[in-house]
């Protein structure tokens, strides 16, 4: 509400931001209990002057990479405050009418139309991803953040790179390259890029960076599994004989970014690497429930989480005991709970469900694995 | 009406008085089912329902609130008056009360939730999710504990001994009707039993929830009636627009307390003691207590709409998270198992509905049977004895209420 001048050029005389604000009042009494953001987002959610939580992007298009690849195009709301290639966003599906969060990274530089890209890769099973990939159209909406990370090329870019990514992680690496050929004057940067993949026909953006190499604008190394076996590390050495004068950049499994960790500690050389954490809840029965005002409590996979909280305590929101009247929802920020009446699993994982956590009923929600209550997040 | 457990004493039977404990058991798990049906096919086409119906019902909203600019021509009046009347309805019975019901809170759309969502109602949304949600849905029916019977203004049983301030009550009701949303707000205030409390003994959360309630009628109040108004001042149409929202208010009122009344005031419904009520009522129990207490309307998909799917209200007193484009379809299911295991499924069309619960409040607004036993013959005698027990005092109620016995056994068999 205060945020009324936030955003664009300041105009017209220094009672200018008064009169707005007097206006801004009067609307807002015009459109109560709805927000006045409410009222816009009908005509137009892509709109700026909002605060965060409101930014959306409607999708452009979805290209197809490889079989199980895709690229969105999206065009953000007016807020969208840019970003730096390589950095990553947090995006917002509804997914068979469920809102689900994920992180992409931005595979493209700033751009003249000003949208912004990421490429999915579908994993088995993964809901958000098999969605963006076979299911997303042009026209939908998102809801998205602001770009994060710090996965950046430092600037002035150092005189030699080496860029060591595996499967989906050449996604943030395509950004920062497109930025730098993109460039009239392309930066004076030698590049090596070790592309690692599974085949040679799940490499995304495989036939890009062959371009690039043709062009010159970098070396690059292709290893594939199915044909050159699991990279070993140490083969680095080998394949960049110059490894030591570049500086290295890695994104990609955990497995393999271990690996490279201890390779360049024991060379003493510098490493900037970014994790894709994978969603890793593995729901059981019971587990330790963890409450905003500290207390933590054994919890078996019967009891309900309101009433663990109860027992030990806690001030819990309540109602209906029964699970029908909303009284008791709070939001579990992380963890796993199970419905005591159809067995249903509900899972928080920051950074890949909403910011604000997963709003469950405690009354008839059980733990199924170490969880994160905010049982005070209702008295706003 | 009498209470279910009463009934015998009064010659009738109890309607559940043939389900053994193991029936009632078996009809839970059937309702569970019915329920995680949907649960299990619940997704893109819901959430698309309810995403339509709140764009539609804040165009219709903000374009009838632009006709009412030009408010001061008789047609655009009558025009923007209809639109707002039917966006406010929409506003509060498909979408708000469906909301708060957390209906579509398994959308994770912060926007779309019953933790964040606010309605154009007098009483702010955390206060009626507490009177409404977890009073009324858990104790439903239960004479004394559920005050949606009544509001605790109205005899709604014959067993609450009449008193001459009953007679009152038809003209009560209509007045609750047309102010709706602040009854419901004097209701989720408990504002009646508050008041009887000293003002220095009364609880902080009380104070606390009046000057919410206060806040939220001057906020909504100086919308309808000082905002828009002002707005519509230069077209010269300030009072035609004040009066198009208070009638558009009205109208509302009128339409969701009629509504609401149809859902558990009708002849057929069946009431509840509260010393019946086991401790640990079973979720079976519960459900039949669901099933018996509520009535539907029947009718087109624009009063299922424009009651908010409270047309099914059975449905909905079953599964109240359950979204509401869902009722209609789960309705067939739900009145096979009221076949299969012998009970009423109360369901008319609404204007019957309507003039069923209007009776039962005239009708208890006067001492037990003296309706059922008033014709044209005996018309004037029969006032004569409502007067007498109006004026007279308690000894010539209880006289009045012995004879009006007598003249009912009399007439029972004739009938």
């Known amino acids: 509400m205060a945020s009324i001048s936030a955003s664009g050029p300041v105009r017209g005389r220094a009672s200018g931001p008064t009169l707005r604000s007097a206006l801004r009042r009067v609307a807002e009494a015009a459109v109560t209990p709805l927000e006045l953001d409410d009222v816009f987002d009908v005509f137009h959610p892509l709109r700026g002057g909002r605060d965060d939580a409101g930014l959306r992007g409607r999708i452009v298009s979805v290209t197809p990479e490889t079989a199980e690849s895709a690229t969105i195009l999206v065009k953000p709301g007016r807020d969208w405050a840019g970003h730096v290639p390589g950095q990553y966003v947090r995006v917002g599906v509804d997914v068979d009418g469920v809102r689900l969060w994920r992180t992409y990274s931005l595979t493209h530089g700033p751009r003249r139309d000003r949208c912004l890209s990421f490429t999915v890769k579908a994993i088995p099973g993964g809901v958000v991803s098999n969605h963006l990939v076979h299911r997303a159209r042009a026209g939908q909406m998102i809801q998205l953040e602001q770009a994060e990370g710090e996965f950046v090329l430092p600037v002035p870019i150092p005189r030699k790179l080496l860029l060591v990514t595996a499967g989906s992680g050449i996604t943030p690496v395509i950004g920062m390259l497109r930025n730098l050929f993109s460039r009239r004057v392309p930066a004076a940067t030698d590049i090596t890029l070790v592309h690692v993949n599974q085949s040679e026909s799940s490499a995304i953006f495989r036939d890009e960076l062959r371009a690039h190499g043709t062009a010159g604008n970098l070396t690059l190394v292709e290893r594939y599994d199915d044909r050159d076996g699991v990279l070993d590390v140490e083969l680095l050495d080998e394949l960049v004989p110059d490894l030591g004068d570049r500086l290295t950049y890695a994104c990609g499994p955990a497995g393999l970014l271990d690996a490279l960790e201890k390779h360049h500690a024991d060379r003493g050389l510098v490493l900037t690497t970014e994790r894709f954490r994978p969603v890793l809840v593995q729901p059981g029965d019971g587990g330790t429930v963890t409450f905003a005002d500290g207390r933590e409590v054994e919890s078996d996979g019967a009891t309900p989480i309101l009433d663990a909280g109860e027992g030990a305590g806690v001030l819990m929101p309540s109602g209906c005991r029964m699970g029908i009247c909303m009284g008791c929802v709070v939001p579990m920020r992380s963890g796993a709970v199970r419905d005591l009446r159809n067995g249903a699993l509900t899972v928080a994982v920051p950074g890949e469900t909403g910011p604000e956590g997963v709003p469950i009923q405690t009354c008839i929600s059980a733990a199924a694995g170490a969880c994160h209550i905010d049982e005070g997040a209702r008295s706003r | ?415």
């Not at chain 2, 469906?98 to 955390?126: C, F, Y």
């Not at chain 2, 109040?221 to 300030?238: I, N, Q, R």
Request: aromatic content about 8%; charged content about 25%; glycine content about 6%.
């Open chain 2, 1 to 415: 009406m009498t209470t279910i457990t009463k009934k015998p004493l009064h010659g009738e039977t109890n309607p559940t008085a043939h389900l053994t404990p193991e029936d009632i058991e078996l009809l839970g798990i059937e309702l569970d089912a019915i329920r995680q049906d949907v649960l299990d096919d619940r997704g893109d086409r819901d959430s698309a329902y309810i995403r339509r119906v709140i764009s539609v019902q804040r165009r219709l909203e903000l374009g009838s609130r632009a006709v009412l600019l030009g408010s001061a021509l008789p047609p655009l009046w009558v025009l923007g008056t209809v639109g707002l009347s039917v966006a406010k309805i929409l506003e509060n019975m498909e979408i708000g009360h469906n909301v708060l019901h957390g209906q579509w809170d398994w959308m994770r759309d912060p926007k779309i939730h019953s933790t964040t969502w606010e309605w154009d109602m007098a009483t702010p949304a955390e206060q009626w999710k507490h009177s409404h949600n977890e009073v009324h849905h858990t104790y439903t029916n239960i004479v004394g504990q559920d005050n949606d019977l009544g509001y605790g203004i109205m005899r709604v049983d014959e067993e609450q001994r009449w008193h001459p301030m009953y007679l009152a009550q038809p003209f009560w009701n209509f007045l609750n009707a047309c102010f709706f949303e602040y009854g419901i707000a004097a209701y989720d205030l408990e504002l009646g039993r508050n008041l009887r409390i000293p003002k220095d003994k009364r609880p902080a959360e009380f104070k606390d929830n009046v000057r919410k309630v206060l806040g939220k009628i001057r906020r909504q109040a100086t919308k309808d009636y000082l905002v828009h108004p002002a707005l519509a001042l230069p077209f010269g149409a300030f009072v035609p627009t004040l009066a198009a929202n208070f009638t558009a208010n009205v109208v509302r009122n009128l339409w969701s307390h009629s509504v609401i009344m149809c859902g558990h005031f009708p002849e057929g419904v069946e009431t509840f003691e509260r010393a019946s009520i086991p401790d640990h009522e079973t979720r079976g129990e519960w459900y039949l207590r669901q099933m018996l207490g509520s009535a539907n309307i029947s009718g087109s998909k624009a009063i299922h709409l424009m009651s908010g799917n409270l047309s099914h209200q059975i449905e909905h007193h079953l599964f109240p998270d359950l979204p509401s484009n869902r009722y209609a379809e789960v309705a067939p299911k739900v009145r096979a198992l009221f076949e299969k295991y012998d009970l009423n499924y109360c369901t008319r069309p609404m204007p019957q509905q309507v003039y069923s619960a209007w009776h039962k409040v005239v009708r208890l607004s006067l001492p037990n049977d003296w309706l059922a036993t008033t014709n044209r013959s005996n018309v004037v005698d029969q006032v004569k004895l409502l007067w007498g027990m109006t004026t007279k005092g308690p000894r010539a109620r209880r006289a009045g209420s012995a004879r009006l016995k007598q003249l009912a056994r009399k007439v029972a068999p004739a009938a």
